[in-house]
């Protein structure tokens, strides 16, 4: 399986911008992009995902680079409840059993402040 | 509408009891996933079922893990008997479709504790 490669942790400051990088230089062609996080004491919730345009719903933002080795997820305005691990994880394209199962990493740590 | 649930939240059992943590996924959702997080480690897939079959159990960890999905809704996750290294949290979660592209809803976990 492809590896993902994420900042073990990052600040923000409340009603800031935040932009979460990732890398995962041995995507594979087919493989898509998704985010999610998952809240203090809480199970994982979903945030984003994309292939290879830049995506964004009411959560957040997903900038893809155009060699798809590395990938952004920006949170426009921080709040204090968007405190959270942050998870960039690759999903085959693949519409099979073993594809569907999601791979975390570490994840990174995104701590936001007044 | 509800979204998934498990239960127990909590769970304290002696090392060679044996433990059932129960999930019910979100209504009409055919799949569900099984995963879990010990202590330091990060989350890993244990097994997914689609409707009351095992698609992909390559994440069970050893044959003191059974789970069950009779009927295609909810399921158990039986340990028999716990070890200290069980220890963590269990988390469930369901999906409509088994694609790549599928959003997993997650429930909010059981934490497990073997002494």
């Known amino acids: 399986d492809a590896k993902t490669t994420q900042p073990n942790s990052m600040e923000s400051n409340e009603e800031e911008p935040v932009h979460l990088p990732c890398n995962h230089s041995?995507?594979?062609?087919?493989?898509?992009i998704h985010w999610y996080r998952q809240l203090p004491s809480q199970g994982p919730e979903y945030v984003i995902h994309?292939?290879?345009s830049n995506v964004n719903n009411r959560m957040a933002s997903l900038a893809i680079a155009e060699d798809r080795k590395s990938s952004t997820l920006i949170l426009h305005r921080a709040t204090l409840r968007d405190a959270a691990v942050y998870y960039c994880i690759l999903r085959p394209n693949l519409y099979t059993g073993t594809a569907s199962k999601l791979t975390f990493g570490t994840g990174t740590r995104l701590q936001v402040t007044l | 509408e509800a979204g998934v649930t498990q239960f127990p939240s909590h769970s304290v059992i002696e090392k060679g009891q044996t433990v059932t943590l129960r999930c019910d996924p979100i209504s009409g959702h055919d799949n569900l996933y099984w995963y879990r997080r010990v202590m330091g480690k990060e989350i890993k897939f244990l097994l997914h079922f689609v409707k009351e079959s095992k698609q992909d159990e390559s994440g069970m960890p050893n044959n003191r893990f059974l789970a069950e999905r009779t009927g295609g809704t909810y399921s158990t996750l039986k340990v028999q008997p716990a070890e200290l290294e069980d220890s963590g949290v269990y988390f469930c979660?369901?999906?409509?479709?088994?694609?790549?592209?599928?959003?997993?809803?997650f429930g909010p976990g059981t934490r497990l504790t073997v002494l």
């Open positions: 994309g292939l290879t």
């Open positions: 979660a369901s999906s409509l479709g088994g694609s790549s592209t599928d959003t997993q809803y």
């Open positions: 041995t995507i594979s062609g087919t493989d898509y």
